[in-house]
């Protein structure tokens, strides 16, 4: 593991950081100038609120996140694809790190959300735009036309974002294994649209029933490895401020569980034609 020296931002290994008493990132928070992460456990007690972010639309990721990812996995100017743009988040980091990007959404009213949080001055010569459209059926796009994938599914129906009044969306499907047949469907997709050699994340969260633990993350992590995705990354990202946490909070002591306050960021890689997938076959389809 690397770390970083706070003193003069080089990085070091393990014997070295203990020789300039350094303090592990995974332990103690680490400075970063440049508000990139270098771990796999992310942790943001406050979301960022430059630009037009905002934490109305409930369940958005904090723009840090895609912030990371843009940064690590593209340059200026490539082009980005979130099929369930939400409130916009993505769009609006695409816009001030001067990428291009699409947003969908089933939902018109997210989509309206996402044009309004667009309209912020900003020097750069990319575009952005939001519209309409299925993460299950990108028929109208290009095979390869993306750099890079970032999306935040619902997590089943724990946020209704519809109400019901939408047919296709995701966020009303209540059964895990319906719910994992259309995810598939979105990762055949993406997989599709996106460029080989490139990355594709998605956070994803887990959820309880009967008081015991169900790992959604990682079902859905299976469907996406099913259409031909390997696994870069399973990073671990904090929960922090969640408005359910003291309504459940003496149930899961009356009922003896604990809370569940992580999410886990998966970064997959769409392999290039013909690799050989030999020496990295434990990241492939499980």
Not at 11 to 19: F, K, S
Not at 89 to 96: N, Q
Not at 161 to 182: K, M, Q, T, V
Not at 199 to 219: K, N, S
Request: with cysteine; charged share 25%.
């Amino acid at each position: 593991m690397v770390v970083r020296d706070q003193q003069d931002r080089k990085l070091l290994w393990p014997e070295e950081a203990d020789a300039a008493n350094t303090p592990n990132p995974l332990v103690e928070p680490v400075d970063r100038a440049d508000g990139q992460e270098y771990t796999t456990v992310w942790s943001f007690p406050e979301r960022g609120d430059w630009a037009t972010h905002n934490g109305s639309y409930r369940g958005n990721f904090a723009p840090q996140v895609p912030r990371n990812v843009l940064t690590m996995y593209t340059a200026p100017g490539e082009s980005i694809l979130d099929p369930m743009v939400g409130g916009g988040t993505t769009l609006i980091e695409a816009r001030v790190l001067g990428r291009n990007a699409l947003g969908l959404d089933i939902n018109p009213q997210a989509i309206e959300l996402a044009e309004q949080a667009l309209q912020f001055p900003h020097d750069s010569a990319t575009w952005q735009k939001a519209q309409v459209g299925d993460a299950r059926d990108l028929s109208f796009l290009a095979d390869g036309s993306f750099d890079l994938v970032v999306t935040h599914p619902p997590y089943m129906n724990i946020i209704r974002y519809s109400d019901g009044r939408i047919a296709g969306d995701l966020s009303n499907i209540g059964s895990l294994p319906r719910f994992c047949e259309e995810m598939e469907k979105v990762a055949g997709e993406v997989y599709r649209v996106l460029k080989a050699d490139r990355h594709c994340a998605i956070l994803m969260g887990d959820t309880r029933r009967g008081r015991h633990y169900v790992p959604l993350a990682f079902h859905v992590l299976r469907r996406f490895l099913r259409v031909g995705f390997v696994l870069k990354e399973d990073i671990i990202k904090v929960q922090h401020h969640c408005r359910q946490t003291e309504r459940w909070r003496w149930k899961a002591r009356r009922d003896k569980f604990y809370l569940i306050m992580h999410e886990h960021l998966f970064v997959f890689r769409k392999p290039r034609p013909g690799e050989d997938l030999g020496r990295i076959r434990y990241s492939a389809a499980l």
